[in-house]
């Protein structure tokens, strides 16, 4: 399994851009997918995540500048990043819960990260 983020770049303050995170290989069900990130010197942190059935937690920080959703036929998952703050810049890493048959457990998987640099 493997997961594929794409979308960062430099981008002024008070824009938008949108992250995209492909899974690939043999999946059965992914439960939960996630962006996290990483600031420098930071620990990496939650962003967002969407569970199966759509529900979503939303880091405060990010509420009401940014949407997570996932495409479930494709197997990816989106951020919708808008009203960027110099403080958003990070690199962005996807995660997945998922389970490669109905018998196996839940695994989790990341993503090579992304970054996104908000700056004039």
């Known amino acids: 399994v493997q997961l594929q983020a794409s979308g960062g770049g430099l981008v002024q303050p008070g824009g938008s851009l949108r992250l995209s995170c492909a899974a690939s290989?043999?999946?059965?069900?992914?439960?939960?997918m996630g962006w996290y990130h990483q600031a420098p010197g930071k620990e990496r942190e939650l962003v967002a995540s969407?569970?199966?059935?759509?529900?979503?937690t939303i880091s405060d920080s990010v509420k009401g500048r940014f949407t997570i959703s996932r495409d479930d036929a494709k197997n990816m998952v989106y951020l919708q990043m808008s009203s960027l703050k110099s403080e958003d810049t990070a690199v962005y890493y996807c995660?997945?819960?998922?389970?490669?048959?109905?018998?196996?457990?839940?695994?989790?998987?990341w993503g090579k990260g992304t970054l996104v640099t908000v700056s004039t």
């Open positions: 290989g043999s999946i059965f069900v992914i439960a939960n």
């Open positions: 995660n997945a819960a998922l389970k490669t048959s109905a018998e196996s457990f839940l695994l989790y998987y």
């Open positions: 969407i569970r199966l059935g759509g529900g979503t």
